[in-house]
C-alpha cells in the first residue's frame, strides 16, 4: 500500500459530514497529487491517518470511485485514475472557455452577503497557500469558485466546472508552496472579490482567464 503523511480534515470545512469532509480531503490529495496514480490505498489505511474509523472513509472513496477519480481494485483497496497530459491540456481548455464569461456574467447578481463569504473563503485561500496546506488550499479554492459560478444560476455548468475541477491534477503546487509563490496566486482571489465589488465584469474574465491559465504551466509543474 502506498505511504501518506497524516491526513488532516480541511481546516476552512463549512458544516459537513464526516464523509463528505473525508471526500474533500481526498480529492484535494488526488488533485495535489500527493495520493498517485497506480497506487494502491485501503481505507483502513486512510482511516488511520485521518485519526476516525474506516467506515466514512470507504463511503468516501465510494463516492469518488463515482466520479471517476478512483477505481476498485479487488480485494486489495483503490487506485488514483491516471490522467494523460492530453487529458488535462483538454479540461484546461474547456475550463478557459466555460468559467470567465459565467465568472462576468454572475458579477451583478453577487449579494453583499455572498461576497463577504468569497472573502472570507479568499483569505482561507491565502492562509492555506502561507501555510503549506495542499488540501485546505484546494478545498476552499474550489468552493470559491463553484460560489463564484453559482451566483449565474447556470447550475449545470456548475455541475460541470465541478468534475472537470476533480480531474484536473496540480502536481506543481507543492513546489509553489514552499518557494512561497503560491501565496501571489492565492491573492488573485481577492482581487476577484475587488473586482466583483467594483462591478468590472470584463476585468474579472481576464482574470479568471489567466487564473486559469495557471493551472497547465506553473501549477501542473510546467516550464514557461
Known sequence: MAELRQLALPSFARRMSVREEV?????????????????LYSAPGLAERFGISATPVREAMLDLV???????????????????????????????????????????????????HLRNLAAAIVDAAAESDLISYIGADREFHVRLLSASGNQRLVRIVE???????????????SSGRLVASAREHQQMCDLIEAGEAEQLQEL?????????????????
Not at 23 to 39: H, N, Q, T, Y
Open 66 to 116: 463515482k466520479q471517476g477519480l478512483v477505481e476498485v481494485v479487488r480485494n486489495k483497496g483503490f487506485k488514483v485514475t491516471d490522467m494523460s497530459e492530453t487529458d488535462l491540456d483538454q479540461i484546461t481548455q474547456i475550463r478557459e472557455l466555460l468559467e470567465p464569461p459565467i465568472a462576468a456574467q454572475a458579477v451583478s447578481a453577487i449579494s453583499a452577503q455572498e461576497l463577504s
Open 23 to 39: 471526500a474533500d480531503a481526498l480529492r484535494g490529495a488526488i488533485v495535489s497529487g500527493e495520493m498517485k496514480p497506480g497506487e
Open 208 to 224: 479568471m482567464r489567466t487564473h486559469i491559465g495557471h493551472i497547465r504551466r506553473e501549477w501542473a509543474g510546467r516550464e514557461g
Open 163 to 177: 468534475e472537470l475541477r476533480a480531474q484536473t491534477r496540480l502536481y506543481g503546487l507543492s513546489s509553489l508552496a
